[in-house]
Nanobody, 124 residues
Framework: QVQLVESGGGSVQAGGSLRLSCAASGYTYSSNYMAWFRQVPGKEREGVATIYRRDGIALYADSVKGRFTISQDNAKNTVFLQMNGLKPEDTAMYYC?????????????????WGQGTQVTVSS
């Protein structure tokens, strides 16, 4: 079992930055792959970024490449999402997810464990 707790959401103006954190606890090997997803009411959950924690290789959605960076602090068992150049269309509930099995990808169905989510609101 893995427990995930997100933090760092909030409201920001377009062009601003936010840093999301996801603290993982539980069986380490069940969180070899950690990712961030986002969802707007009425729409499907969208993969934003994912990281393979053993070597740090990351994958990003095209919509956030060059603006968002996923990183990790293995000592604290925490993954971060640094979001720069935020746009109103980035407004969503952001979820942290984890799984022990690859390959690296952004399909929600590949992830077994989910956090409760943290709201990000970007105003124009």
């Amino acid at each position: 079992q893995v427990q995930l707790v997100e933090s760092g959401g909030g409201s920001v103006q377009a062009g601003g930055s936010l840093r999301l954190s996801c603290a993982a606890s539980g069986y380490t090997y069940s969180s070899n792959y950690m990712a961030w997803f986002r969802q707007v009411p009425g729409k499907e959950r969208e993969g934003v970024a994912t990281i393979y924690r053993r070597d740090g290789i990351a994958l990003y959605a095209d919509s956030v490449k060059g603006r968002f960076t996923i990183s990790q602090d293995n000592a604290k068992n925490t993954v971060f999402l640094q979001m720069n150049g935020l746009k109103p269309e980035d407004t969503a509930m952001y979820y942290c997810a984890a799984t022990g099995w690859g390959p690296l990808g952004l399909s929600p169905s590949a992830y077994r464990y989910w956090g409760q989510g943290t709201q990000v609101t970007v105003s124009s």
